[in-house]
């Protein structure tokens, strides 16, 4: 598929990429600030005046300058057309996956409730609609895909991360089926996308790789000191639901690893979490 959007931000114009690191760092953290200031600002008092439509377009804008302060080109595939709900199922490498889906269509992103409590990031989040589940409770899963089939009845799109957890982004975990199920229930579409970072010369970058116990800090500090970054954002056609929700997981999983170009994750043993309710 063609790329059809390609964000560059004031970082990319008047290339910060030349400026030492230390003072790179410096002003885009700055520019991040003053940006979840806006943020803060919006959802706080301007989205209780807004209509539905109008917010999303609203978080779509604040996502896409987001990843632009932050000196990422986004280069995405249209997402597909559809007429209903779906479901989006991503591999997982980083915090700023979740805007860079923002920035290309508007979803509601399923999350781990630890996100709630991160400070302003987290009331960003429970602001712009993200469902917050408490891992390994299999009784907060149940609310969680009630959530999920609510949202995607009305025509809105939902997000998981399969995985469960991030990675590098050079290989694919197996993905998980629980989060499926709503889908399956619905009959609802499913949309495989993949994500994956380069430098700005096109190759392999781990910058954003949230991994290893690295803090949100460290994180942050870690992408914003690289000359620039550019995300890739690929989605697949849709896939029906048919079957069982482990059949759908081992589908979701081999179309996003094509998206990716690396292999499916090997089959490991089945967790509690992914037997038959």
């Not at 290309?104 to 589940?133: D, Q």
């Not at 907060?140 to 895909?145: A, E, F, G, L």
């Not at 482990?246 to 967790?271: K, M, S, Y």
Request: proline letters at 8%.
């Amino acid at each position: 598929m063609p790329a059809v959007s390609c964000f560059e931000s004031y970082n990319a114009r008047v290339s910060l990429a030349y400026l030492p690191p230390v003072l790179r760092r410096a002003i885009r953290i700055s520019l991040l600030v003053l940006h979840l200031v806006w943020g803060v600002i919006l959802a706080g008092l301007v989205f209780p005046l807004l209509s539905p439509a109008q917010r999303d377009r609203r978080i779509m804008a604040w996502a896409r300058r987001l990843v632009g302060v932050l000196g990422v080109r986004l280069h995405a595939t249209a997402a597909p057309g559809l007429p209903t709900g779906a479901l989006l199922v991503c591999n997982h490498v980083s915090w700023l996956d979740i805007y860079l889906i923002f920035a290309v269509h508007r979803v509601h992103f399923v999350s781990k409730a630890e996100v709630r409590n991160w400070p302003v990031a987290g009331w960003l989040a429970h602001k712009t609609g993200t469902l917050f589940i408490e891992r390994g409770r299999r009784a907060d899963t149940k609310r969680v895909n009630a959530e999920m089939r609510a949202l995607m009845q009305g025509g809105a799109w939902v997000a998981v991360f399969p995985e469960g957890t991030t990675g590098d982004g050079r290989a694919l975990r197996r993905f998980m089926p629980s989060l499926l199920q709503p889908a399956v229930e619905l009959s609802c579409p499913i949309v495989p996308a993949a994500l994956r970072y380069r430098t700005l010369a096109g190759e392999y970058s781990a910058a954003p790789a949230y991994i290893d116990d690295i803090s949100m800090w460290q994180s942050l500090k870690q992408i914003a000191g690289e000359p620039g970054l550019v995300a890739e954002l690929h989605f697949g056609d849709p896939i029906l639901p048919s079957g069982h929700r482990r059949d759908l997981a081992a589908q979701a999983e081999a179309a996003t690893a094509r998206l990716l170009g690396v292999a499916p994750a090997d089959t490991a043993p089945q967790t509690p979490a992914d037997l038959p309710a």
